[in-house]
């Protein structure tokens, strides 16, 4: 038999590794406004405002009011594991910002065009500096800004073929946007949220701050919803068990939807958490004679060295210590507001 040579290993150009990293932090249009919306909220800012062009493939465009960037940051801002979040690696067990990896804004640069605007309190002027596979192009121009930040991607995955062409035969895309929005519009109520696309008079998502997460709710996904829902809470507060709290709102057996809506908070983070889904769901199934599918919002907090946040590179599902526990408690809280709610229309019904 011929015993082949076996192949040289070599090791691959750094730009490569950054574009291949870049596309698994950056996996659709969504991704990079996740990012850089979680961005805009570490920088504290009371107003945030999506533009989306293409479904987010000819642009993005977020504006924030926040605290802006410093003009000696800018040139390190899009480099990989640059971040103003994290120093130390326990600081992770702690940590409140929804961003520490460093890692979002670099990927942009290497599937797209990046462009930032900035501007901190005091100044006269801000500053533009587009970026591009992780370096500035330019020196920092000078520019008028108002307060905060602006980012502007342009031609995202300009140089990935295939993933361009996927994302492009889905027309869905901007529906997820607006989707992502409205999760973290009923979350934030203290935050205005608005997303439109390129040239629209109207905008999509249109949140006003409000201290009443029910007014956050109606104004962002109808009064449809929100006459029908209840409030929900639950905690645990036993170290040898589970320890957390838990606040929400439920839709009731009023409520009529083809579809599960679940909108999920956990230490602040918009995560999925599969099981509590399903547990949820089982209980509706279970309760409701109709076959509808709820409307659920959930905001789980627990000491933060019960989460683990760095379990995927897109932080989009956490592990959470004594799982089990936790959702048992919430599911027999949802149990007995359901058939409290449940029994009272069946009452009602035979009146
Ligand atoms: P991370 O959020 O994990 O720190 P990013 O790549 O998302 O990494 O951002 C890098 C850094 O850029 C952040 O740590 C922050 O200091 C700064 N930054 C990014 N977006 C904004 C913004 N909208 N306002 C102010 N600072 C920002
Ligand atoms: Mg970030």
Do not use: W
């Not at 977020?62 to 800018?74: A, K, M, N, T, W």
């Not at 920092?140 to 990935?160: D, H």
């Amino acid at each position: 038999p011929v015993v082949k040579e076996p192949p040289k290993i070599h090791r691959l150009d750094e730009s490569v590794v950054n574009r291949i990293a870049a596309g698994e932090v950056i996996q659709r249009p969504v991704s990079a406004v996740k990012e850089l919306v979680e961005n805009s909220l570490d920088a504290d800012s009371t107003s945030i405002n999506v533009v989306v062009k293409d479904g987010g493939l000819k642009l993005i465009q977020v504006s924030d009011d926040g605290h802006g960037i410093r003009y000696e940051d800018l040139p390190i801002l899009c480099e990989r594991h640059t971040t103003s979040k994290l120093s130390a690696f326990e600081d992770l067990q702690s940590i409140k910002s929804m961003g520490f990896r460093g890692e979002a804004l670099a990927s942009m640069t290497y599937v797209g065009h990046v462009t930032v605007t900035t501007i901190t309190k005091g100044q006269l002027h801000g500053y533009r500096v587009t970026y591009r596979d992780g370096v500035m192009e330019h020196e920092p121009k000078a520019c008028a800004a108002v307060k905060g930040t602006q980012i502007m991607i342009e031609n995202l995955f300009y140089n990935m073929t295939a993933r361009r062409k996927t994302l492009q035969n889905s027309a869905d895309d901007y529906l997820k946007i607006v989707d992502l929005l409205s999760r973290f519009a009923i979350h934030h109520i203290n935050v205005n949220f608005s997303c439109r696309k390129h040239g629209a008079a109207r905008a999509d998502v249109h949140s006003v701050a409000t201290s009443s997460r029910l007014d956050a709710i109606r104004s962002v996904y109808g009064v449809s919803v929100a006459r029908n829902l209840m409030k929900i809470e639950a905690s645990d507060n036993d170290p040898s068990s589970s320890v957390f709290e838990m606040a929400g709102f439920i839709s009731n057996s009023n409520y009529v939807a083809k579809k599960i809506t679940m909108v999920l908070f956990i230490n602040e983070r918009l995560v999925e958490c599969t099981a509590l889904k399903r547990a949820i769901e089982v209980v509706y199934a279970a309760t409701l004679p109709k076959a509808s599918k709820p409307f659920i919002y959930m905001s789980i907090v627990l000491p933060p060295e019960h989460v683990d946040v760095n379990v995927h590179p897109t932080k989009r599902e956490v592990s959470l210590l004594s799982q089990e526990v936790i959702i048992e408690k919430i599911q027999l809280e949802v149990e007995s507001k359901l058939r409290n709610s449940n029994e009272a229309r069946t009452f009602q019904e035979q009146m």
